[in-house]
């Protein structure tokens, strides 16, 4: 099938992305390649998605096993609870090498050839990879870009890996610090605070924008900031930019008014995690021997993932996750190279990402799907739609009530006239795993009418969206 190619298909980068994508490949008959210059898995394996989960699951024991008020409510006394840090981190580190393991092993088993080296395009249609032992040339038909991305380091900030340092460095816990600051308030700066507060460390949470959280439902937002973080050992700043950070011990951090960028304070801190987001790595790739110029980093895309030079698609190159600024999450890359090899087999196909579920693994859990209501009311202006939302709550779900964990609500937004889905965000026991149903209705772009009359076991925690739902159809279009 190769015509005169090394492969069909070959594929710059081995995370979540360009692994779906390889595997999918290999099952609709393509010769494929991969290259990797770093470690197998990219980043949510090795530094993301897997690691931060194993610590965030041992440190949410530990507040559990602590919250002695709330074991008594179930009749359970303890004694003291201690961990082990290094325990801890030698978990995570334990899954991650296992996860790798079997990512290097499934793409061997699927006769993949995996060349591991830094590759970047040479011309249409042929790569060269640096690696250990000199350069190496292969063509292929197809070539699929899914480079990934790195942690975001604003100007002013310095680095040193140790005491101020990013979530790349954040997973392998080597320390815990006493007072910590968290500079961003996404789903990376929460996550952190809830491993780090649960584990006994003091937290100052610095946010630029003038709310914190401002990429969530504000509902959302509202309801996280007083269960995760107002109860807990952080203090927050918001409007504040980290202008300067100089490593050591202390950490000092100068702290300017965002509007003015006048600096307002200095902070001295034990230690400082910088999460302000991911930027793409679409450097040194070769793009300009095919006419391809980034924006603001990105490599501009099509609906198809093909790859485009002066808004037109260059022929056989494509690239998916990350690096094309779609949607930063693992699952989205991973749909985006199936995509991507449905496309290059001659299969239309498009990523639709209103129904790309998300999760911040908090405790409780944060999830959504869809749009904020703020975003769903600025599309029914332009649309001429009208909005309602409904909420639910889990402190009366029998579920929730039986395992006393009753913090949390659903928020169902939806078009008043036609009932369609439009945003589902969830914060409670469990969020990540019931967005999902949400996520599949609106795929189906489903609506509250049909939703109420979906049928959920009971008693569990699903109940909250099904009330959520018959909630919306009563009140929505009969």
């Known amino acids: 099938m190769t015509q005169g190619f090394d492969y069909d298909l070959a594929i710059i980068g081995a995370g979540v992305g360009g692994h779906g994508a390889a595997i999918h490949a290999v099952s609709c008959g393509l010769k494929v390649a991969i290259i990797e210059a770093g470690d197998m898995g990219g980043t949510c394996v090795n530094r993301g998605c897997i690691p931060s989960k194993a610590l965030l699951a041992a440190s949410g024991r530990v507040r559990e096993l602590r919250n002695a008020h709330h074991l008594k409510t179930l009749g359970i006394q303890l004694g003291n609870v201690d961990f082990d840090r290094g325990a801890i981190a030698n978990h995570a580190n334990t899954i991650v090498s296992k996860l790798r393991g079997d990512l290097t092993n499934s793409l061997k088993r699927l006769n993949v050839d995996v060349i591991q080296g830094w590759g970047k395009i040479a011309s249409a249609q042929k790569i060269t990879v640096e690696t250990d032992k000199g350069e190496k040339t292969i063509t292929a038909k197809d070539i699929i870009l899914a480079p990934g991305s790195v942690p975001f380091v604003p100007p002013g900030i310095e680095i040193d890996g140790k005491t101020v340092f990013t979530s790349d460095d954040a997973v392998r816990l080597e320390s815990l610090p006493k007072w910590i600051a968290i500079i961003g308030s996404g789903y990376i700066g929460l996550e952190f605070s809830d491993i780090y507060t649960a584990l006994g460390c003091e937290i100052t949470m610095i946010e630029a924008l003038d709310q914190l959280m401002p990429t969530f439902d504000p509902d959302i937002a509202k309801l996280a900031e007083r269960v995760l973080i107002a109860p807990r050992d952080i203090e927050t700043k918001v409007g504040v930019l980290a202008k300067k950070i100089i490593p050591g011990s202390p ?92 496309n290059i087999c001659g299969r239309p196909r498009e990523v639709d990402y209103l129904s790309i579920p998300a999760a911040a693994f908090t405790h409780p859990e944060i999830s959504y799907v869809g749009m904020t209501e703020p975003a769903a009311k600025e599309l029914g202006k332009t649309e001429g739609f009208e909005v309602a939302s409904v909420k639910t709550y889990f402190k009366g779900n029998s579920k929730a009530i039986a395992e006393g964990e009753t913090d949390g609500t659903a928020k169902v ?37 049909n939703l109420a009359f979906r049928v959920h076991t009971h008693p569990t925690l699903s109940e909250v969206l099904d009330e959520a739902f018959k909630r919306a159809a009563g009140a929505g279009s009969h």
């Open 413 to 449: 937004i939806y078009r008043k006239d036609t009932g369609e889905l439009l945003g589902v965000h969830i914060f409670g026991l469990h969020a990540s795993d019931l967005i999902q149903e949400a996520a599949n209705a609106i795929a189906q772009r489903d609506s509250v009418n």
């Open 251 to 342: 950490v000092i951090i100068e702290l300017a008014d965002f509007k003015t960028k006048e600096v307002v304070e200095v902070l001295e801190v034990d230690a400082c995690l910088v999460a302000t987001g991911r930027v793409p790595v679409s450097k040194n790739l070769g793009l300009e021997t095919v006419g391809v110029e980034t924006m603001r980093g990105y490599i501009p895309v099509n609906d198809k993932m093909q790859v485009l030079a002066t808004g037109e698609p260059v022929q056989n190159l494509w690239a998916i996750g990350d690096v094309n600024g779609k949607m930063m999450l693992a699952h989205s890359a991973s749909a985006q190279g199936i995509a991507a090899v449905e």
